[in-house]
């Protein structure tokens, strides 16, 4: 009896072995965005522009700007915000009317994009016996990446004289760990991300 019950132990691990699988993979994340593909982008726009109270745009405090963007992002007029609010606190003013500067916006990449990691048996269908087997994870991490970058040239209003291009540049990342089957955990730069299926939702 013991020794059947060893056979079937071991039987059962070469079976794991055999079936467990290692693999990375990576793919565009796919809109419409979820809340927390709409933090990436936001907070990796918002990081992206300098926070000193040094900072200075090669232009005097107190002009008014006036913004046009440019680049193949659905997202533009979301650039478009965060930039003016962020030309307040540093005192200038963002508006067509009376503008002394044009500020070409041109939002050179600004998205999201995912990758995974998974070590364990992947979910099997049968074929003959309608019997399906899920997912079983030993470990398993999915990558969530937010990336802005975009740069701003300046000129002129009315003479078009070029005053000189900025570079702006940051990203963020939401990622999830699966151990074990059971045991989640997150690891995320995002000031206040959604809390999907936690114990805090459940409860209340």
Same mark, same amino acid.
């Given at each position: ?43 990796? +726009?918002?990081? %992206? =522009?300098? !926070?000193? #109270? ?7 405090? *107190? ?65 003959? +016996?309608?019997? %399906? =087997?899920? !997912?079983? #994870? ?7 990446? *937010? ?58």
């Amino acid at each position: 009896m013991l020794n059947k019950i060893i056979k079937k132990l071991c039987l059962s691990i070469v079976l794991t072995g055999f079936l467990a699988s290692c693999t990375t993979t990576q793919k565009l994340t796919n809109s419409a965005r979820t809340p927390t593909e709409q933090l990436l982008i936001s907070e990796a +726009v918002t990081r %992206s =522009l300098a !926070k000193s #109270s040094d900072f200075s745009l090669p232009i005097p405090k *107190g002009s008014v700007i006036k913004l046009d963007m440019f680049g193949i992002s659905k997202d533009k007029d979301l650039v478009k915000g965060i930039i003016a609010g962020w030309l307040g606190q540093l005192g200038y003013v963002a508006q067509d009317q009376s503008a002394t500067y044009r500020m070409n916006v041109v939002v050179d990449s600004l998205g999201t994009e995912y990758g995974n990691t998974f070590v364990g048996i992947p979910p099997i269908t049968a074929a003959l +016996v309608p019997i %399906s =087997l899920p !997912k079983l #994870s030993l470990y398993e991490a999915d990558y969530q990446t *937010g990336y802005s970058r975009f740069h701003v040239d300046i000129f002129e209003i009315p003479s078009g004289r070029f005053v000189g291009t900025v570079p702006f540049m940051a990203d963020t990342h939401f990622n999830k760990h699966t151990l074990l089957f059971l045991f989640t955990f997150k690891r995320t730069d995002l000031a206040w991300p959604p809390s999907v299926g936690s114990f805090t939702n459940l409860v209340h």
